[in-house]
């Protein structure tokens, strides 16, 4: 079975430093990874996505993930915190023949520090 | 282009009752997921309609019943309500085993 685990609920930062939110997977066949952000009241929006090609994804508003399978990992990254960076971030993993259903971690909350 | 909507966004039952939410799928998807998402909690999966035919279930009871119309539409009904359905529904439109973007949510409230 599929699984996701995010180290952290909450993580705080400096506006300028850098943000990294930690992710480890489960899964016996290789995965689709994914991040999304939700905003308070809003659904999800998709950061990145890893689907086997290179091993660093880059996404949206500055974000990049690497795809570590040794350590079973997918942190994801961004040099220089916003303040607009303030959110909710899921780690998400499915299946290679069946992107339909997706797992999600239980989330961690970025604060940023003025 | 027009986004995936909900409706309502907003919704207070009571224990017993039955709820229906409601999802406008994106223009030209043809798959649409249904989540739920406690509160402090990650989503999770309930099921998924592919072509108005149901295309995989989570670990959700049989209370929790969906449909998909012609138009792609979907809607997700729950009876018996219980205290701990309260959460936030989200709805996926995508294409088959492709992105799916997400609505706002319906927030509903079981009293």
């Known amino acids: 079975a599929q699984s996701v685990t995010q180290l952290g609920s909450h993580v705080s930062v400096s506006e300028g430093a850098l943000v990294l939110l930690r992710c480890n997977y489960s899964s016996s066949v290789p995965p689709y990874l994914f991040w999304y952000v939700q905003y308070p009241n809003q659904g999800l929006q998709l950061l990145l996505k890893y689907t086997s090609a290179a091993t660093l994804v880059k996404g949206i508003n500055g974000f990049e993930a690497e795809f570590k399978k040794s350590e079973t990992s997918f942190h994801l990254t961004k040099p220089s915190a916003h303040m607009s960076d303030a959110a909710e971030y899921f780690c998400a993993v499915s299946e290679r023949d069946s992107a339909s259903k997706i797992i999600f971690g239980s989330g961690t909350r970025l604060s940023i520090r003025p | 282009e027009t986004g995936v909507t909900q409706s309502p966004t907003h919704l207070i039952k009571t224990r017993g009752q039955q709820v229906t939410l409601r999802c406008s799928s994106q223009?030209?998807?043809?798959?649409v997921s249904w989540y739920q998402q406690a509160l402090g909690q990650g989503p999770q999966f309930i099921f998924q309609y592919y072509r108005e035919e149901e295309n995989g279930r989570g670990n959700f009871p049989p209370r929790f019943s969906g449909l998909q119309f012609p138009n792609y539409s979907s809607e997700l009904n729950v009876n018996a309500l219980e205290l701990d359905d309260s959460a936030l529904y989200l709805c996926?439109?995508?294409?088959?085993?492709?992105?799916?973007?997400f609505g706002p949510g319906t927030r509903l409230t079981v009293l």
């Open positions: 996926a439109s995508s294409l088959l085993n492709n992105e799916q973007f």
């Open positions: 223009s030209g998807h043809n798959t």
